[in-house]
């Protein structure tokens, strides 16, 4: 065998093997999946002015979820404008301090707690963090 022909074949011996392990990894991966991957995305809501306390504003996250951020007065919070019995949309009244869901009178306190109604569950929360004069929200997204 001449020098030429040995490495003609180890070149094609090495792409060969090479090419059977990358279908061997991706044979591997379809038959045992990754889990399901949580990320969070923090997502800029706002001024802190533009929330004055006692006041809610209403933000739609990349999915199109409406969120609602509460200025308290110590601390901002953000939860889902979702209600946990059936799903209808909850509004803030800002005279009695509370969400409202009009499918069946069900109230939840500004920190998404249920006050009254048949609501099984509280609100859905998300972390909220104020940096500077700026408010940051977290979602949480699955990577597949």
């Known amino acids: ?40 995305r923090k997502l800029y809501v ?19 979820q409406k969120l609602n951020i509460v200025n308290t007065g110590d601390e901002f919070i953000a939860l889902s404008t979702k209600c946990t019995h059936l799903g209808c949309q909850v509004f803030w009244k800002e005279r009695e301090r509370l969400f409202f869901c009009p499918c069946h009178d069900g109230f939840f306190d500004e920190r998404g707690n249920v006050v009254k109604g048949p609501p099984p569950a509280p609100l859905t929360t998300y972390k909220v963090e104020v940096v500077g004069q700026g408010v940051y929200i977290y979602v949480d997204e699955v990577h597949v």
Do not use: C, E, H
Not at 15 to 30: E, N
């Open 1 to 40: 065998m001449s020098r030429r022909a040995f490495f003609i074949n180890a070149l094609m011996g090495v792409s060969l093997l090479s090419g059977i392990a990358l279908m061997a990894s991706y044979f591997v991966r379809f038959l045992f999946p990754v889990s399901n991957v949580k990320v969070s």
């Open 46 to 64: 706002g001024d802190v002015r533009q929330i004055p306390p006692g006041k809610s504003t209403s933000f739609t996250d990349l999915k199109g």
